[in-house]
């Protein structure tokens, strides 16, 4: 069962999207193509993980720079907290991309163990029920996620079955189509990006 969101009824098979699906697949046919010329590739990987983490985080406003994280992976002690917590990410990153190297799968364990390392945290799925999310300037309530821990756990299981089945879904399409049904099943109370850009807690 894949969750579906009030008000949105999402047709992946259009124009537009298989317009957009072509010059995606080309980008990503050349990055392949330079990253073969790259002796080292994980130089690459690395720059790009680091980056990801650091926008991501802005999301958040939590605000850091290159060279402050440059500087900090340099040193045993970052006392900065954005900086610690952007490398946080990054880590999660890496780790998340070895085990999936390794074992050609993800499951919801997996999941928990990266928000565990962004967070530094281990408060894991929301076990209270009363996250809703809202309009910051309205206050008007625009989607309220499942709120039962057991529900959460079941449509991870299923989001878990549906990544992992080679369904002949391009694979941007079920990854857009993944990221969606995360952000919808809102997990964690920390680390939703997205979405916790306008939650607010009852």
Do not use: C
């Given at each position: 069962m894949l969750l579906e969101l009030p008000k949105h009824n999402v047709n992946t098979d259009t124009v537009t999207i298989y317009k957009q699906l072509a010059k995606s697949n080309r980008a990503l046919a050349e990055l392949k193509g330079y990253s073969a010329t790259i002796p080292n590739q994980y130089i690459l990987i690395n720059a790009m993980t680091l980056n990801e983490a650091?926008?991501?985080?802005?999301?958040e406003q939590i605000i850091t720079t290159h060279d402050d994280l440059y500087q900090a992976m340099s040193k045993d002690k970052v006392?900065?907290?954005?900086?610690k917590e952007v490398l946080n990410y990054r880590h999660a990153l890496w780790e998340g991309y070895q085990y999936i190297l390794k074992r050609d799968i993800i499951t919801t364990a997996l999941i928990e163990h990266i928000q565990r390392i962004i967070e530094n945290s281990r408060t894991g799925i929301r076990k209270v029920p009363g996250t809703a999310i809202k309009n910051v300037t309205t206050d008007e309530i625009i989607y309220t996620p499942p709120q039962?821990?057991?529900e959460i756990r079941d449509l991870l299981a299923d989001l878990e079955q549906y990544i992992n089945l080679d369904d002949g879904t391009d694979p941007l399409i079920k990854l857009a189509l993944i990221h969606y049904q995360f952000e919808a099943i809102h997990p964690f109370y920390e680390g939703n990006a997205t979405l916790r850009l306008q939650q607010k807690t009852a």
């Amino acid at each position: 069962m894949l969750l579906e969101l009030p008000k949105h009824n999402v047709n992946t098979d259009t124009v537009t999207i298989y317009k957009q699906l072509a010059k995606s697949n080309r980008a990503l046919a050349e990055l392949k193509g330079y990253s073969a010329t790259i002796p080292n590739q994980y130089i690459l990987i690395n720059a790009m993980t680091l980056n990801e983490a650091k926008d991501s985080s802005a999301i958040e406003q939590i605000i850091t720079t290159h060279d402050d994280l440059y500087q900090a992976m340099s040193k045993d002690k970052v006392r900065d907290a954005a900086t610690k917590e952007v490398l946080n990410y990054r880590h999660a990153l890496w780790e998340g991309y070895q085990y999936i190297l390794k074992r050609d799968i993800i499951t919801t364990a997996l999941i928990e163990h990266i928000q565990r390392i962004i967070e530094n945290s281990r408060t894991g799925i929301r076990k209270v029920p009363g996250t809703a999310i809202k309009n910051v300037t309205t206050d008007e309530i625009i989607y309220t996620p499942p709120q039962s821990e057991l529900e959460i756990r079941d449509l991870l299981a299923d989001l878990e079955q549906y990544i992992n089945l080679d369904d002949g879904t391009d694979p941007l399409i079920k990854l857009a189509l993944i990221h969606y049904q995360f952000e919808a099943i809102h997990p964690f109370y920390e680390g939703n990006a997205t979405l916790r850009l306008q939650q607010k807690t009852a």
